[in-house]
């Protein structure tokens, strides 16, 4: 019998992780609360999106009529626990986004332990349909409404991505004009089957919300802000997050991402970047499998990158008018199986323009146009047309 392997270290740290978790929100517990309080929000979206120069858009997209919604409670069991329970619904069905504890030990080194999206960018922490600015979101984080959604198999990390784990984070405040944030977490992971040329997305939001590999993944963010003047403020963030994704543990992924933010008056400018390294199976017939051959030096390799950006403004004209302006893009680098229709190096360009007329706090209609410019396809012009609300 051949002995046992022994466990990789990452093995026993969420296990370790989660007890500290629990005897960290039985000592915060301790003081008896009064009263539970709590707090019940959510944001609407309807959107339509017209293809016209496609005439069947159905082949490569979701256009049409869809619905997004987000729905969050909050109950604070005393001045150190909150509880959290947030369900949205999109083009993946409903799903939940949220269902943790957050434990707040000190300002400056908190617990969260649960479901919960681990802090990534900047973007995913303003997901919600009434927090973000255009009727879709931009391409290194778009889940659904990105056209030729599947040939890409999606973006670099969909926006929301849900996780279970356990999340440290906390603020630090210096030289009065300064915070840094930061987060650490370790969760379960992205996931794909064996045998596998890519991560799996659905596999994330299917019915039992379990680890497929028995081994976490493990990342982090940094964020720096400045108040640089009373009406200049800004950030800079970077991004980690590694693991393996199929059941087998032997096809590992990295993502890595860095965002900017500016707030100058009723203007504000954001950019973020980012790339995922993921490792393919290259099967006992690479030959048969892949669409290109073997290097100079004679060997398939066994991974492929997948980049994307974008920079995004939005200026508040007045009260009621909000001019958007943003430009972003994907980018495959690699190899792709014989029936992809992407070659070893395919991009995407996206432009778009829009404007959004604010009726009050809680009620906006969105109205863009988007020219998508393929190197593997037709380019395409989008229009989206949404109404959102806020409670």
């Excluded at 729905?71 to 943790?100: M, P, Q, W, Y």
């Excluded at 996780?163 to 915070?179: I, Q, S």
């Excluded at 403020?233 to 890595?256: C, E, H, N």
């Excluded at 790339?275 to 398939?300: I, N, Q």
Aim: hydrophobic share 40%.
């Amino acid at each position: 019998m051949q002995p046992r392997p022994a466990p990789r270290p990452t093995r026993w740290i969420a296990p370790t992780l989660g007890g500290l978790a629990l005897t960290a929100a039985l000592v915060a517990t301790v003081p008896a609360a009064r009263g539970v309080e709590r707090t019940f929000a959510g944001s609407a979206q309807v959107d339509y999106l017209l293809v016209p120069s496609a005439y069947s858009p159905r082949d490569f997209t979701l256009d049409g009529f869809t619905t997004e919604l987000s729905l969050r409670l909050a109950a604070d069991f005393s001045e150190s626990v909150t509880f959290n329970v947030k369900t949205c619904f999109g083009c993946h069905g409903f799903e939940i986004g949220v269902a943790a504890a957050d434990i707040r030990i000190h300002e400056a080194f908190n617990l969260r332990v649960g479901r919960f999206s681990p802090a990534f960018g900047d973007f995913p922490a303003r997901h919600d349909p009434a927090n973000h600015r255009t009727s879709d979101k931009p391409l290194p984080y778009d889940m659904g409404r990105m056209l030729r959604l599947q040939e890409w198999n999606m973006s670099v990390l969909p926006a929301p991505y849900v996780d279970n784990g356990v999340e440290l984070f906390g603020r630090t405040t210096f030289a009065d004009d300064f915070d840094l944030d930061w987060n650490a977490y370790v969760i379960g992971g992205l996931k794909g089957g064996s045998d596998a040329l890519d991560v799996d997305f659905i596999q994330s939001r299917s019915l039992y919300y379990v680890d497929n590999n028995s081994q976490p993944s493990v990342g982090g963010r940094l964020a720096l802000s400045w108040r640089a003047t009373d009406d200049l403020d800004l950030k800079l963030g970077v991004s980690g997050l590694a693991g393996t994704y199929d059941p087998d543990r032997q096809l590992g992924y990295a993502i890595l991402g860095a965002d900017f933010v500016a707030k100058l008056d009723r203007l504000t400018l954001r950019a973020e970047y980012l790339v995922r390294r993921t490792e393919m199976a290259l099967g006992d017939d690479p030959a048969s499998r892949f669409l290109y051959g073997p290097g100079e030096d004679g060997t398939y390799a066994d991974f492929f990158l997948k980049d994307g950006f974008y920079v995004e403004s939005d200026f508040l004209l007045s009260r009621r008018v909000e001019l958007v302006a943003r430009w972003d893009g994907l980018r495959r680098l690699g190899n792709v199986v014989v029936t992809s229709p992407l070659r070893k190096e395919s991009a995407l360009m996206r432009y778009t323009a829009g404007v959004n007329f604010v009726f009050d706090r809680s009620l906006r209609v969105k109205v863009s146009g988007e020219l998508y410019d393929f190197s593997d396809f037709e380019d395409e012009i989008a229009l989206h047309l949404g109404f959102v609300g806020a409670f």
